[in-house]
């Protein structure tokens, strides 16, 4: 067959509809790079809908950008049928843009990828495993899972277990054992999977190979900004596999999904193992106020409540969420490319702090104050305007600096007095734009 007539045989209009009108919640079915047994080739699907001309090019064609060209269907969808692909073989997309650029990019429903600083996807299968669940399958049936106690496990795998030499495990090598003592002692499970933080050709796991402080120390040193890399799948699947199998409730808050891949490296992992208990909400929020709705989870959980519960709940306060914060240093706004050099310049000479929020899932800037007092006196009206709560915690968070934080705290304290306040500190994906010195509250509006 052609590839017009393998895509129209191969790629479903319905697919391509729903995820055109955004009602696709299973478009890692249809994109990417996926292997079809009946034709013993792998199909590549990428949405480009203002390119001339892309193409695949990777290990399995020297990297030629003509030697698989894709077939555009007029819902600009592109699809490439190759033979003769490896597990394992690197490859990009070569796109020839409206304007005639060509530029390689990465693969944004790839299974697999290069580990930092490089940046190819990887053809890869993730199937195979050999499942080891049938007695939990058979007493399934049986148990009411959502009625039980849930009683969460917060742990940091870096401290939790070490090898004998003192060097850290993977998560493979943890999880049976994890998995067994959470058994033991009647926890279900909350796991802090680590992202990569890549500086040059350096990579690190947040929070495990690298601490928030040596973070901000490398960032400060840094000609260029770090770079993250998400979890895989197939990470996901190694670690969601034992607590599928223990049959306990695993509620997973993760980043925003406008900001990560990462819940969607989960969802995918989840559905490939049918993983039903892997609860799996988008909590659209990051750091500190991702932190609060932590904070209220783990409550929900000691009221008794089941997972399902819980995640219901979290989807009713995820709305009335809300965050703000200020910026103190421009330098990295500016290094990211969301300020030019001219505007740093001029708003630092000013010492104009941007003051921030989130919103749908991003961050955006919501306002501007000269110096740190008037950006404390500008996030103070916003949240008189949207009053705080008194039925649930407030976060502090800030970036490296506790100085600030305090100072933050003492000129809220009358809105903060008689509250639950929990201080957080702000993790390496927004801390790379935002630098050392921000700080800000999370709490849930009234």
Not at 5 to 27: C, H, M, P, Y
Not at 49 to 68: I, K, L, M, Q, T
Not at 211 to 221: H, P
Not at 383 to 394: L, M, Q, R
Request: aromatic fraction near 10%; include cysteine.
């Amino acid at each position: 067959m052609e590839q017009r007539e393998l895509a129209e045989k191969f790629v479903s209009n319905d697919d391509i509809w729903l995820f055109n009108t955004g009602g696709a919640q299973r478009a890692y079915d249809v994109f990417g790079c996926r292997y079809i047994p009946e034709l013993d080739m792998h199909r590549f699907v990428v949405w480009a809908p203002n390119a001339r001309e892309v193409s695949v090019v990777g290990d399995f064609n020297g990297w030629d950008g003509s030697a698989a060209p894709m077939y555009r269907r007029e819902d600009g969808v592109w699809c490439a049928f190759l033979p003769g692909v490896k597990n394992g073989d690197i490859y990009k997309f070569r796109v020839v843009g409206a304007n005639g650029s060509v530029v390689l990019k990465a693969d944004p429903f790839a299974l697999h990828a290069e580990t930092g600083p490089a940046t190819g996807s990887k053809v890869w299968d993730i199937g195979g495993y050999e499942w080891g669940d049938a007695d939990y399958m058979a007493a399934r049936p049986a148990n009411d899972a959502l009625r039980s106690p849930m009683n969460i496990y917060e742990v940091h795998i870096g401290s939790w277990r070490k090898r004998e030499d003192e060097t850290y495990p993977n998560y493979r090598e943890v999880a049976d054992q994890l998995a067994d003592y959470c058994h033991r002692m009647r926890f279900t499970h909350v796991e802090l999977l680590p992202i990569t933080v890549n500086f040059g050709d350096q990579s690190y796991r947040a929070n495990l190979d690298i601490s928030n402080e040596e973070f901000y120390e490398k960032l400060a040193a840094a000609e260029e900004l770090p770079h993250t890399a998400q979890i895989t799948p197939a990470q996901f699947q190694e670690i969601f596999k034992p607590y599928q199998e223990s049959g306990d409730d695993v509620v997973c808050l993760f980043i925003s999904s406008q900001m990560s891949g990462t819940l969607q490296s989960a969802r995918v992992a989840a559905n490939i193992l049918g993983a039903d208990n892997i609860l799996l909400p988008d909590t659209l929020h990051v750091t500190f106020a991702l932190g609060l709705l932590v904070e209220e989870a783990v409550k929900m959980r000691d009221a008794g409540l089941s997972g399902k519960e819980i995640v219901a709940r979290i989807e009713e306060l995820i709305p009335r969420v809300r965050l703000f914060a200020m910026i103190e240093d421009l330098k990295y706004l500016k290094m990211g490319g969301r300020l030019s050099a001219t505007s740093a310049l001029v708003a630092s000479i000013l010492g104009i702090c941007p003051i921030i929020t989130l919103k749908d899932g991003l961050v955006e800037v919501v306002g501007k104050a000269r110096g740190k007092k008037a950006a404390f006196a500008a996030i103070r009206k916003f949240v008189e305007k949207e009053p705080i709560s008194g039925d649930y915690c407030v976060t502090v968070g800030h970036a490296n600096v506790p100085e600030n934080c305090k100072a933050f705290e003492e000129y809220m304290g009358d809105l903060l007095k008689k509250r639950e306040v929990h201080t957080q500190a702000i993790g390496s994906i927004v801390g790379t734009h935002t630098g050392p010195g921000a700080v800000g509250l999370a709490y849930i509006k009234k």
